[in-house]
């Protein structure tokens, strides 16, 4: 299983962010939080910073779409050249028919699922995702304690992917650190987002090698 870590610019320095995304050129993407202070109580930024983070950033951009009517809002992400956008199911009217809209806009479409949101409804659909974002901390803000208990969720996903549908990412994101990510990687995820871990360390490099030295360890386990 391939490890992938996308550090979140959510714990960057926000009148710095050109100069941020340049500091994790050992990252396999930059995780972008967009939250409109409605779906969650918290306001980053819209399409037109989106627009110029893909316009500078060397590395794909991976979008969490933390906004009310997403059915709505999510295609217009993709049209702007991310790699990934991903949307809460909490706040899709159609989550189906939203997937396709990214797809046919030239990204990855990703399903989020809050901490208490359950997998089970989601798992016939997987064929129409590229990656499901199990969170693993209430979203909207950085800085929060890893919730164990949404591991279960994530052996959920990984025991009912089919063969053909092992390039489907699981991802994870908040609290995610050296102690935390081996549990999660253990329980199926292959896909890390961390803001403070990688943000908050004075070696940002460092910090990313060793979440990914974390992981492939738990995977190897
Ligand atoms: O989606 C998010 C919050 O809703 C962020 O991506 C996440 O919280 C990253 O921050 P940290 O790694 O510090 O928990
Ligand atoms: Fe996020």
Redo the contacts with the bound molecule.
Sequence with gaps: MTVRIHP?I??ADFVNLEREVGRITAADAV?V?V?DNHF?P?LTFGPQMVERLQAVSSIPLDV?L?IADVDRWAPGYAELGAECVTFHAEAAADVVATARALRERGSLAGLALKPGTPVEPYLELLPEFDQVLV??????????S?MAETMPKLRSLRAALRSDERSIRLQV?????VDTIGIAAEAGADTF????????ADDVEAAIAGLRAAAIAAHAH
């Design positions: 979140s959510l714990s995780h939080d939250m969650v918290n969490h933390m969170m693993t901390v209430e979203p909207g803000f950085g800085g929060q890893f994101d908040g609290g995610i650190t987002v961390a803001g403070s871990s990688v943000y908050g």
